[in-house]
């Protein structure tokens, strides 16, 4: 069902101005105590947190009067809220016009120092690394805030084992790394800056004053008469608009509406493009070898000899990384054993199972993975397009069904046949789920250019629909795929940065925490590894996302 809207100018606002001014107070007070339980309970599953007051800034000026994501209920706007605090970021500096890098963050001029083991002694298995690590500009002058983005990594090429350092900002230019020691060895501090806070400024602001920056077209057509006209869940209301806002889900969608041609006419849905809109040598804060991923160097030694386990003292699990790499396979910390599943016992545990996956081509390319990996699993010709799907593949002597499907607008491939735009949540309420049932779901790089409320209101939709599909089969399998980290162009800088994921990425697990889903940590199995971070990580990561995934499915084959 369509709803065209011809003369109205209204925008959706999206809180009273003055009742959220009113209990904002009480919001933030809420939102601390509730972030700061968080942070006991969960430690490390935030990658970087901040010691600073959480302070609100103020939305109601934002150019978010024309997007859309009105939440469906008093309980959602109040969980947004929450959700927004725990990931706010510290300030950033205001930029010099036109820009300057002579004050901006300089990763060659940044220094890194392993501090000594607290109490003294030599490192062991079981002990925490702390790096401490201090920004400079290009002027060589101490950097006095915070608001860096930062990650830090430690491995040991030769045992293949990789583990992602937290990070704590200290608000002052300084910045923690902190490292669970989990092999014995010779390991080698990495600490790269992916952004300098300037830039951040930058993508904040392309947020705030571009979130229609990623535009979309649909193509309408009625007889011999064909129109393409410009969609987005962000479309100032400039000409009469088509509302395609789901009803079951209430997911916003709007396109211009054709001047000829009914709302019901749309044929199908693309990406339309990208308008850059930088300000004068804004670009110059995303120069790849310059400030951006760029690594930090050690003031001393970057590496580290770690003796084994101390007698008596047992590996801390309670915060810390979700797991880490030896010999160059995955190793959960606090939750499953891994397995290594090769062709035959993949299909061994997949046989009889029902596995629908849904969301964007990070999904997509787990479907092609597992299709290659099992040798009797044969993708049916559906007759459609290689990057849309939806795909099918079965295995007719394991009886396995394995599906894929997109997730909805703002869904950035080509062509989108209108008839196969689906959101998660509609389609999760069409399964019966039960033990034969696996349901996987990764959705975030479509996001990325919106406001994060536009994200959180999607998630909102997909947890209901999982918590009714667990309600009624309380043995389906659901797995969550996280965000993971990619290679970065200017380009897929303004449009995906690593930094809009990670905003996304905490989202989703704070979303889905305390539901029966499993994570499979994409973003911790990306930074871990040695290969190039890749919005579609290479096989050897795939292979052990495809581990982790298995090994929640088929517990039982775990060897322990
Ligand atoms: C946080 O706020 C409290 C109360 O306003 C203040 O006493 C405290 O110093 C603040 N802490 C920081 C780190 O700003
Ligand atoms: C917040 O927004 C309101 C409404 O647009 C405006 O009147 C007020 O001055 C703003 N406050 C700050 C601190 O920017
Ligand atoms: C900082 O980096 C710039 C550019 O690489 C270099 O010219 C300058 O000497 C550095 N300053 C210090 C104090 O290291
Ligand atoms: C530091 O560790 C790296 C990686 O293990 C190794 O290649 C390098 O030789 C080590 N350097 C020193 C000085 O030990
Ligand atoms: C920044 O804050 C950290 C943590 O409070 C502190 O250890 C460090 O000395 C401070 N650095 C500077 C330059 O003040
Ligand atoms: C679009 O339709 C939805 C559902 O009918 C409605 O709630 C929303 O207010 C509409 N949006 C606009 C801008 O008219
Ligand atoms: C280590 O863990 C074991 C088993 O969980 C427990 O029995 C033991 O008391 C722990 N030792 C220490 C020193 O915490
Ligand atoms: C979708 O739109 C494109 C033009 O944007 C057109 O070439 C194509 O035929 C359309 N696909 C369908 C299924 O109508
Ligand atoms: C961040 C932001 O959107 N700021 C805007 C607040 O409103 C004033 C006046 O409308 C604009 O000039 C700012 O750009």
Redesign the pocket.
């Known amino acids: 069902m369509v ?1 065209t ?1 011809c003369k ?1 100018r ?3 606002v999206y809180l009273p101005k003055y009742g959220l001014f009113a209990f904002l107070a009480v919001f933030v007070l809420i939102s601390l105590l509730y972030y700061m339980k968080d942070q006991v309970k969960t430690g490390a599953k935030t990658h970087f947190f901040s010691t600073r007051n959480i302070s609100v800034s103020n939305k109601s000026n934002f150019s978010y009067s024309y997007c ?1 994501f ?1 939440p469906l209920s008093h309980e959602d706007a109040l969980e947004t809220r929450l959700l927004l605090e725990s990931i706010a970021w510290p300030e950033t500096p205001p930029l010099s016009v036109p820009v300057s890098l002579e004050q901006s963050s300089d990763p060659a001029n940044s220094t890194f120092t392993i501090l000594p083991k607290k109490g003294g002694g030599q490192w062991h298995v079981g002990d925490q690394l702390e790096v401490m690590i201090q920004m400079y500009d290009f002027q060589g002058r101490a950097k006095k805030l915070g608001g860096d983005f930062l990650l830090a990594r430690l491995h040991t090429p030769t045992l293949g084992a990789g583990v992602a350092g937290q990070l704590v900002d200290h608000l002052n230019g300084s910045y923690s790394a902190v490292f669970s020691l989990l092999w014995e060895g010779n390991a080698h501090v990495e600490v790269t800056l992916v952004h300098p806070s300037e830039a951040i400024t930058v993508l904040r602001s392309l947020t705030s004053n571009q979130p229609d920056r990623i535009y979309f077209q649909s193509l309408f057509r009625s007889g011999s008469v064909s129109q393409t006209t410009t969609c987005n869940v962000c479309l100032k ?1 400039t000409q009469p ?1 088509c ?1 395609y ?1 789901d ?1 079951r889900t ?1 997911d ?1 969608w ?1 396109c211009f509406k054709p001047k000829t041609l009914s709302c019901d006419a749309r044929i199908n849905h693309s990406k339309g493009g990208f308008n850059q809109n930088l300000k004068a040598k804004e670009d110059k804060l995303f120069q790849s070898g310059v400030n951006m991923k760029v690594s930090i160097q050690a003031s001393g030694s970057a590496n580290v000899t770690v003796l084994p386990t101390k007698k008596g003292k047992n590996r801390s699990v309670s915060s810390g990384p979700s797991g880490f790499y030896y010999q160059g396979a995955w190793r959960a910390l606090g939750g499953i054993t891994v397995h290594q599943f090769d062709s035959s016992s993949a299909s061994q545990c997949l046989k009889g199972k029902v596995v629908h996956m849904y969301g964007d081509s990070t999904i997509r390319q787990w479907f092609e993975y597992l299709v290659a990996a099992l040798p009797d699993l044969k993708e049916f010709n559906l007759h459609t397009s290689k990057q849309v799907g939806p795909f099918m593949a079965l295995d007719y002597t394991n009886n396995i069904l394995v599906t894929y499907r997109c997730h909805g607008p703002p869904i950035r491939f080509r062509e989108i046949p209108t008839s196969e735009l689906r959101y998660i949540a509609n389609e999760l309420d069409g399964i019966r789920g039960g033990t034969n049932t696996i349901v996987v779901v990764g959705i975030w790089s479509h996001f990325s250019t919106f406001p994060v409320e536009v994200y959180i209101r999607r998630l909102q939709s997909i947890k209901k629909a999982i918590g009714r599909l667990l309600d009624r089969s309380p043995n389906t399998v659901v797995i969550i795929r996280t965000a993971n980290l990619k290679a970065l162009t200017l380009y897929e800088t303004l449009t995906n940065s690593d930094w809009y994921s990670l905003q996304r990425d905490k989202v989703l697990r704070a979303v889905f925490r305390g539901l029966n889903v499993h994570l499979v940590d994409a973003w911790e199995m990306s930074l871990a590894h040695s290969l190039p971070h890749s919005l579609h990580p290479q096989p050897p990561i795939i292979k052990n996302m495809f581990d982790v995934l298995l090994s929640y499915i088929c517990p039982q084959m775990v060897k322990r």
Do not use: A, R, W, Y
């Open positions: 709803v809207i109205s209204e925008v959706n859309s009105q209301p608009l509302n806002t009803l209430g916003p709007f």
